[in-house]
């Protein structure tokens, strides 16, 4: 009797076009759910009769009451190498081994760099404007070039980020709390003395922290208020770095002229989501890593991670 796996949001339809399958489909019987399942009743009644489960990041939480509520599951394989809503001791208690996968830092650097242009030159709104016979210009592009960049985090993704800056022409400063000077002139950037300097300084702040206890709720209604009204925020990282409220009364206020987000506290975004409609917000549906490069390696390494743990040695397991 062949195991069953799901395949968690494969929301594009795509996850057996960037992996072969069928290496395993003597074994394994693949099936792949294009709707996000939310909630953890949706998610014990649909994934009661599978035994593997591969999931994208940490959009899906498998808390120790969801894995108990699944005895039947052995094996999540999760992309990327890091996942902070698998409860690893629960697994390792029910018996579940999860493994993980390779990523590549380059898309969301991409995607960051896409969103800030597209905030500063007004992208969307003129080019909706020409499809619909609006206006032959509406927007005053703002200048990168001379304007300072502020980075949160100055990691593997933060770094690549203030090197495209620099290319720009513009000076690039860095904050978090570990950081070092050393680290900061290493990448060839300024190190912010404190938070505030950055935030008051900056004309582009963009975010680049892992989340955890120091850093959820980091950018709250003190901090955006430090921000310039000419001032754009990017948040590619993680939704819960930046209070959303207080991130939606300075955008309905005028107090920044413009965000970008690629991340929320929920998702999909539901349709009645007061981001859908904010002013002065660019908005994507968490495209940090979507890319074909990335899903290649996601899925490829999962049909690896599949074959590994029925041969009786799992690789690349996590935590």
Known sequence: MRLRCAVLDDFQGVAAQFADWSVIEDEVEVVTLREHLAGEDALAAALAG?????TLRERVPFPASLLARLPRLRLIVASGMRNSVIDYGAAEAHGVTVCGTASFSAPPVELTW????????GIVEESTALRENGPWQQTVGADLHGRRLGLLGLGKIGSRVAQVGLAFGMPVSAWSRNLTKERAEEV?????????DLLTTSDFVSVHLALGDRTRGLLGPAELALLKPTAYLVNTSRAAIVDQDALLSALHEGRIAGAAVDVYD????PDDHPLRTAPRLLATPHLGYVSRANYTTYYGQAVENIRAYLSGRPIRQLP
């Open 114 to 121: 896409a969103l800030l242009l597209g905030l500063a030159r």
């Open 266 to 269: 929920t998702e999909p975004l």
């Open 50 to 54: 599978f035994d593997i489960v591969v």
């Open 188 to 196: 060839g950037v300024d190190l912010a003395p404190s938070l505030h």
